[in-house]
């Protein structure tokens, strides 16, 4: 699939594209996302979690848990959110392929993982002015 870029100017349309992408993935997918503090992030795991027809009302951005798993859509999804960890062992630790094998796994600040999936579907976002958004989607070689 081609990468892809996009602009969004409210929640609501990163929620959008990201419930456009969810709607693609397969068992084992994985989505890795880099962007600073409220670049909007876990909207776009709202919307990923939309896609795979879970209720969006369950995704949040808690301040202790770093491994959440949400059920009752057409694939689990396990939304992780590395923000608070900074010992790379302790993220490897964490088993996240794994954990992940049978849904889809979101990965909120990836760029802390040691070891990042091979073949991720990366996201980027970054701030532009006001609400806007840049969103950069790349998909993995097919090759690999
Ligand atoms: N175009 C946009 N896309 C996404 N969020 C937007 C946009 N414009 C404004 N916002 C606001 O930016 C904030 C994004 O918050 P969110 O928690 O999704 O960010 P995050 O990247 O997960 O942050 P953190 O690093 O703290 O986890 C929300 O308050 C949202 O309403
Ligand atoms: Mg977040």
């Known amino acids: 699939m081609a990468d892809k870029t996009i602009t969004t100017h409210s929640e609501a349309e990163t929620a959008a594209a990201a419930r456009e992408l969810g709607a693609t993935l397969s068992a084992g997918d994985a989505v890795l996302l880099f962007g600073d503090l409220g670049a909007g992030k876990t909207a776009f795991v709202r919307g990923l979690a939309e896609g795979l027809r879970i209720d969006h009302r369950d995704v949040t951005s808690p ?82």
């Open 63 to 144: 301040t202790f848990t770093l491994v959440q798993e949400y059920r009752g859509g057409r694939l689990p999804l396990v939304h992780v959110d590395l923000f608070r960890l900074d010992d790379p062992r302790e993220i490897d630790d964490l088993g996240l392929e794994e954990i992940g094998a049978d849904g889809v796994l979101a990965i909120e600040w990836a760029e802390k993982l040691p070891h990042p999936p091979h073949a991720a579907i990366e996201v980027c976002i970054a701030h532009g002015d006001g609400d806007a958004r840049r969103l950069t989607i790349r998909f993995p070689d097919p090759a690999v």
